[in-house]
């Protein structure tokens, strides 16, 4: 299983970045994907997921209105398209996948939910 995140960047406040993750090796409509993100000397938060159809998705308060996550099922790809960027957004952002049935609750927003992870990539907001 590969979890290929990219899209991340240097951008200025109120910006925007679009990130992608690509699966592979595995059955990708059967996991709930999910984005979270870790700052420098903080532990790694969740941000967003979406479900297996699509259809159902869920956003950390701080970002719900700002970012929008999505996923195409034909194309195993998850994006999480971020605007109105600010300073606190800045960290590694990665996309996750989780096998698991937990009923769309509030247990998919906790880490060890997820199976498999990519490698991250850097945002970076300048004030």
């Known amino acids: 299983v590969q979890l290929q995140a990219s899209g991340g960047g240097l951008v200025q406040t109120g910006g925007y970045l679009r990130l992608s993750c690509a699966a592979s090796?595995?059955?990708?409509?059967?996991?709930?994907m999910a984005w979270f993100r870790q700052a420098p000397g903080k532990e790694r938060e969740f941000v967003a997921r979406?479900?297996?159809?699509?259809?159902?998705?869920y956003y950390v308060d701080d970002v719900r209105g700002r970012f929008t996550i999505s996923r195409d099922n034909a194309k195993n790809t998850v994006d999480l398209q971020m605007s109105s960027l600010k300073p606190d957004d800045t960290a590694i952002y990665y996309c996750?996948?989780?096998?698991?049935?937990?009923?769309?609750?509030?247990?998919?927003?906790?880490?060890?939910?997820?199976?498999?992870w990519g490698q991250g990539t850097q945002v970076t907001v300048s004030s």
């Open positions: 996750a996948a989780s096998k698991k049935y937990l009923g769309w609750t509030t247990n998919y927003n906790y880490a060890k939910e997820y199976e498999y």
């Open positions: 979406i479900s297996r159809n699509g259809v159902g998705n």
């Open positions: 090796g595995l059955s990708f409509s059967t996991y709930v």
